[in-house]
């Protein structure tokens, strides 16, 4: 199990020239067993996208213990990736081919004061309200199997656009709002798409009907801003059989807590 922060990642895959997470991870196997190591992930995160719970296997040596290998290779990981925890799994299990789902969560900062903390990890959107209540209406109909082509990018290898949503939520905490969404796999580039015309329902400026129409009659070129990455994590990878207990991979992104204080603080 795989932490990332983003930021200074060229998304998850290798690709030449560009610093990866799966490079980086693959150079200090080489390190270690003294011989080339592929690594197979449960989804490819995209440039500066997060991931709280990402889930990743490699053939490994028998003499060494599963559960020693987290602690082997953060010994030698930069400070932007952690292995969180390692486990044995049978030869037939693969990291994205076992996977029945996917978990996104998408960030939104609405307060107009910027905030240091909470900026590696969320679009600070504040030029406009938004409403959540109309984010969540816009959400409901995506619950279910639908050709979601409209959240496609181009690039992808992907041979069709249809997609098992399980669940599609909003929420607001204070000047926070949540955006999340667990699928059986996720298009190319749809979340940040998604969330990038979801702002456009939040402002009043779409409506949600309007907004299902898009997908629904797969009108690819009305979708034309993608949200920013640093606000996307990967929140977590399910399985039939998992060979972690939920404490290790259920909520490890917290979501932010910020007190809405009363005009007047008690003197102390």
Avoid at 3 to 27: A, C, D, K, N, S
Avoid at 75 to 95: E, G, N
Avoid at 106 to 121: C, H, K, Q
Wanted: proline letters at 8%; hydrophobic letters at 40%; charged letters at 20%.
């Amino acid at each position: 199990m795989i932490q990332y922060l983003g930021t200074h990642f060229h998304g998850w895959q290798r690709q030449p020239q560009h610093r990866t997470v799966q490079e980086e991870i693959e150079t200090v196997l080489e390190t270690v067993l003294q011989h080339p190591v592929r690594i197979h992930a449960a989804g490819r995160t995209d440039s500066g996208v997060h991931a709280a719970a990402q889930v990743a296997h490699f053939d490994a040596p028998s003499h060494i213990p599963a559960s020693r290998w987290s602690s082997i290779l953060n010994a030698r990981m930069p400070k932007d990736i952690l292995i969180r925890a390692s486990a044995t799994v049978s030869s037939t299990w693969h990291a994205r081919f076992s996977a029945i789902w996917r978990r996104y969560r998408y960030t939104l900062y609405t307060d107009p004061r910027p905030n240091l903390f909470i900026r590696p990890f969320a679009w600070h959107y504040y030029y406009e309200p938004l409403n959540e209540s109309l984010i969540r209406e816009a959400l409901s109909p995506m619950v279910g199997r639908h050709h979601l082509s409209a959240f496609h990018r181009a690039g992808s290898d992907r041979p069709h656009s249809w997609v098992d949503v399980q669940a599609a939520e909003c929420k607001r905490e204070g000047s926070l709002i949540y955006i999340e969404m667990q699928a059986s796999g996720f298009l190319y580039g749809m979340m940040r798409l998604l969330v990038g015309m979801l702002v456009q329902v939040g402002r009043g400026v779409r409506s949600p009907i309007s907004f299902t129409e898009v997908w629904e009659k797969e009108h690819r070129e009305q979708v034309k801003y993608a949200a920013p990455p640093q606000g996307l994590c990967l929140l977590r990878v399910g399985y039939p059989e998992f060979p972690f207990p939920p404490d290790v991979w259920y909520d490890t992104q917290p979501a932010f807590s910020l007190q809405a204080f009363p005009e007047r603080l008690p003197v102390t």
